[in-house]
């Protein structure tokens, strides 16, 4: 369970540890996966560009792209699954969207390092501009990195009797949640909630979000959830709309299961959302268990690499025992960057003197 | 760092395993705190059954009480500090500000198991009912429990060149939490947030809240911070009437470090409270940081005890590394009895059927 | 513009002037409609009682329902328009669906005074217990009664160019609210909303709800939205799930026109609701614009009739010219009975004697 | 009840019809107030400024100031009170802060109109730069103004058992909020509030906002309260930090009389603001109670000076009985511009284009 970047192996030690890694004195992974959605001008150009790159700099690595008419000269073709060829490596070229694409190809076993390029566009998961390409790549060829090993969902489902059912569908992975909701049945649905197999609530509301601290950001935000930062292991349960004065958005340990059951007595289904792609409907009596999943997605920080490559210490003097989480202390946060740039955070009221223009 | 409270020693093992450990075969205590803060009568008359009940049953064992002119008979005095007497086990009777102060006396070093009582009130950090106390005692006694260690936060000062200032009080600890706030001053003030050293906002407010999960349902939630599950390690920003619109409760890893700096700038100072406890006034330019405590507070669990004594199974199928945090499958859990019954979590609009009484 | 219940006219003020207006020495009215959703067992059965009730006690007055198979024996079928048979007023039966959907039925002109009966639920539009008929219906028909106006909502369309699509469905009233939702769609939609024709934002989210005071407890609630005094003539704007941290409800006075345009560039169209009721689907470049409605629901108290009846006073010494509004001092309100027993408005923490019940 | 600013007299038509009103062909004001609370360099200047211009053109008018040693020259002084010379104008220099202190200057009868200038800095009560003053000013003099009447509060205040006490304060009156606060008391406080005599509920929080449409997007947005538009007549009630998950602001008819009552059994007293100025402690037991004024504060709207000057129609076909409120079609409206501006009210994430200033 590792996925051979550099001279040291990444290994994934597991979601509860899920510190950024450096990785120094690198071999170059030898097979990248390309990954985009769009097939925009923009984008078929920046695949140009970096294959020609690739192949001229690192002329012994393979690249791979999805099964698509519109595969890149160069590439070879890539499908998912047990059989699926190794990759060290995927680039992916687009919004946030393409990320959770990425993701959605790795259901079984680990997941390789992910750098991630936007067109131009900020977004939340895409710490490279594609025109730092250069650096970006030769820094991941060089292994000089650091990753943060983002968590994701796994779910399973059950049938009105409690039975497991579908069961290949247990190899979906979210990054973002998993989310129910009425759709556009006029009426509320009616979700019993259990943690751990304890009943906590019912929730008769348009739906419920269950979150990673990666999609906190996202839907969960949009409802009312905190904002949880990535590196911390752990699992929101947020409500859409709820029928009552009193829900508030819950924070569970990642080590928690979470199942979500549509009441017997619910007027309505309950369409069911995997990072924004609607799978299933879950009708009265049937249930979703949304756990942790043991394969987390690593990807690769922008801080990593504007920064001279030294170690980062791996103790952090006051709390010995998990000095593993988080970004040391000095250290920048794309995170904090995100926060503040993208959602305008604690935007506080301007007071700011006015301009002429702002006056008439 | 570890106590003996049964045969087996129970190990601290730090705030990144904070799940309840059952201890077998035990072997009683030899010394006992009881902690109470008011002194009504159902309080002193608890104390003397109590105290009856462990001379008659526990003859060996050494009870303790704080220096107060009211010392129960048969007590010895204790005084908290480095050269504190030991303590195996700590009994509180009152309310949930009783185990606030039991936290507050052990500052330096780890904390003994806490058993808490109330008097007839339910509360949030109150497991059992005095009433119930033979029952508590001897499973207590027997090493027959399990224990929910309570993540603490421990806070340092610096002055406005950023220095220390004062470090003997680094060795305070809450339980709750950290709060800011401008007090009866009539203005706002303005307080720099820094994580791990990085600025990530300026707060303009009546103040802030940095608090643990198990804080969480204390003023945080007051304030309309989510409700975290004290087994998880994670510390929450959440803001007290901040002004402006985007400000949204923030939950970071455990091992950040959260600075709150009184902006030069500020039009106010702001009072500082540990657990309720109003302890400094910050002037501009001061600051606090905040850090998880290596001393979380081992707290006894209700369910341990009124279940038949069985060791709680190690893993946990789905989640290999983190089978520490959290309650199992199929083990009650306190806290969502709490969340229900004392929050009165997610209340359902009534659509009961009328009675006579609430329809004229 | 009035409706003749008693021996006064209860003349339609307009929507500012929604107070309780007693009207004495009544006549009695001379025709009834009967609105019903279900045709349950305990529904059929109470309307036979009533039925019987009427033909005997007010020989003179003649019964309608809605025309349906099941229409009762000795009611009059009644067909709502521009040509219906005045009716004097409406009697339902069920719950807060059935009042909004007799409400639905009165698209045009005055609507005669609603006396609501719920079948055993408590209801927030629901003030009478079928079992309290005979005392409702006699106050209703000698005039004894007071009345809350509920203003309601009226909708017009406009396409892609501005102009008016549609017109007969300006008739449409709502008691509760007017939603816009993304329904199945998995994007989210972008919505231009121009209050008075002035730009006011672009919100991209589930959707928006333009509410009345009177929903300002229902969906508006859910999306958290605050809680209007329906005695206020006021417009409420509450978003669904903004991708966004600084939107917040709005309430506007209800001269205002709110009108919400898909924007071209949203990836999703929008599904229009009406008290719940799917109606239409606005594509990119069509607007709804929504008012006041000239026709409130004239809802009978049910603190009107369990008092001994006297005039209230008509003015407020505090304000002189405003004394039509709200409910005078001392006055029973059903609506914070309904705040405190429905919702469970701000129920506090319970800190109540433990029971032994609770306690194992 | 009537202020002469023009040849027709601006009437205060009470609280319920809060429109913008036109006046035309207007009559100078022969007395004009000047009101600043700093006397900073630009304030002093600007002072000197206005003195100048007005002397100059306005050779009649008699400029007053209040009472304090720095009194401009060629002003008299002015003392609040009933006996007060009579003010047709009110000129505030400063921030918000400075409206609101000219609201408190004027407590028994009607308030003349006021033209608040900023000194550079954008505020909420703020329509005129101070550099367009000439503008301002004519337009002011000459009668070719609108104003918008924004609704005060009253309070009274009762002692335990329920008598009036202390009635000279009845007359403050608020143009922002009454807020109540437990201070720097640690312990909540528990006040009940009614609403027209009637019991509504019991709040154990930090405290309490009683506010106006005005005082919405000051103090009582910070603790969470909905932003209503100031045309509205209402009253909002927002609690600070209360001890409930379902507590939730609650928007009254402007009619509606709120009462707060610290409860007998409140551990804690609580500080009472006016407009962010503490002026009372109240004990358990005692209470205030909020009223609508009767004498509104009317605002010169900077929109109606920067338009050719022209009468808004008095109709607004819709909403026939009501067309006094709010601004009419196609009329800009300062407060939308302060929503987005100042408030930066539903602030869209951005997904502008990166700068390569914002990606390294
Ligand atoms: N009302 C809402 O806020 C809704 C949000 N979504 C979110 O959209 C996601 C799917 O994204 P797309 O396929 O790109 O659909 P999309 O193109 O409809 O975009 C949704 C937006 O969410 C942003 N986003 C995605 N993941 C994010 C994250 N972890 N943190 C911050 N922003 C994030 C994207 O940049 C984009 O602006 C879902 O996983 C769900 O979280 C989906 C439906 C409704
Ligand atoms: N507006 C608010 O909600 C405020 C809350 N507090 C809280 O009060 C705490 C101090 O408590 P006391 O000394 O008992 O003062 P207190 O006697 O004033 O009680 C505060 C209330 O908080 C409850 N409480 C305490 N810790 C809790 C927890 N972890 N979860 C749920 N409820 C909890 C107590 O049972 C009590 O009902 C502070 O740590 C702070 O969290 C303090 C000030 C204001
Ligand atoms: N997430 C949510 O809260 C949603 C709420 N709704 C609401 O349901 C309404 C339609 O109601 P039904 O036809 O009965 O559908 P329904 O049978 O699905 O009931 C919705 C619930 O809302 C309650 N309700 C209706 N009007 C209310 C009011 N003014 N104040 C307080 N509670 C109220 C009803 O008693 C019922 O419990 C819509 O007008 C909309 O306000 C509709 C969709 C989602
Ligand atoms: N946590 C908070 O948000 C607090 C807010 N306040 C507010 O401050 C007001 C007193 O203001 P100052 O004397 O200037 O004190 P201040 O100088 O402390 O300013 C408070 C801030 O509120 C702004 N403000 C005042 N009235 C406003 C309104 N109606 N809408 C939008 N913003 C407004 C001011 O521009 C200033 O930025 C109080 O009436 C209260 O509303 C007071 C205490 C705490």
């Known amino acids: 369970m590792g996925v051979v970047l550099g001279e040291e192996v990444v290994e994934y030690r597991g979601i509860g540890h899920t510190q ?32 020609t ?61 992910v750098l991630s390029f936007s067109m131009g566009t900020l977004g939340f998961l895409l710490p490279f501009h594609i025109d730092d390409y250069t650096k970006a790549i030769d820094s991941a060829f060089a292994g000089r990195i650091t990753v943060l090993h983002r968590m994701r969902l796994s779910c399973s489902f059950q049938d009105s009797g409690g039975s497991p059912v579908d069961t290949h569908c247990d190899d979906w992975q979210v990054m973002n949640e998993i989310a129910l909701h009425r759709g556009s049945s006029p009426h509320l649905n009616t979700i019993d909630v259990f943690v ?34 990535p590196s911390l292991s752990a699992i929101v349960l947020t409500p859409i709309c709820p029928r009552s004065l009193s829900f508030r958005p819950l924070v569970f340990p990642s080590s928690s299961s979470i199942t979500l059951r549509i009441s017997e007595r619910s007027r ?31 990807c690769i920080n922008r801080s990593s690499i504007t920064e001279p490559p ?51």
């Open 53 to 113: 790159y690739i192949r001229e700099n690192y002329p012994d690595v393979q690249v791979y792209h999805e099964d698509r008419p519109d595969i890149p000269e160069g590439a070879k073709v890539w499908r998912p699954g047990p059989d699926a060829e190794p990759i060290d490596l995927v680039i992916t070229l687009g919004g946030d969207g393409t990320i959770l694409h990425a993701s959605s190809l790795f259901k079984v076993g680990a997941v390789p390092p």
């Open 196 to 229: 751990d197999g304890q009943h906590l609530t019912e929730a008769v509301s348009d739906g419920l979000i269950v979150s990673t601290p990666t999609g906190s950001t996202a839907y969960s935000l949009s409802a009312g959830g905190p904002i949880v930062h």
């Open 268 to 298: 309505a289904s309950a369409g069911l959302s995997m990072d924004g792609q609607i799978s299933h409907v879950l009708s009265p009596g049937e249930s979703v268990t949304v756990r942790a999943s043991l394969h987390p997605i690593p």
């Open 310 to 360: 030294q170690m980062r210490p791996d103790e952090d003097g006051a709390i010995g025992g998990m000095s593993g989480e988080g970004v040391g202390p000095g250290k920048e946060d794309d995170w904090v960057r995100d926060i503040n740039n993208l959602l305008q955070y604690n935007a506080t009221f301007r007071s700011k003197a006015l301009t002429r223009h702002s006056r008439s």
């Open 20 to 51: 950024p890694r450096r990785v120094t004195n690198g071999i170059s992974p030898r097979s990248v996966l390309i990954v985009n959605k769009l097939r925009t001008k923009p984008v078929v150009e920046a695949i140009e560009t970096l294959l």
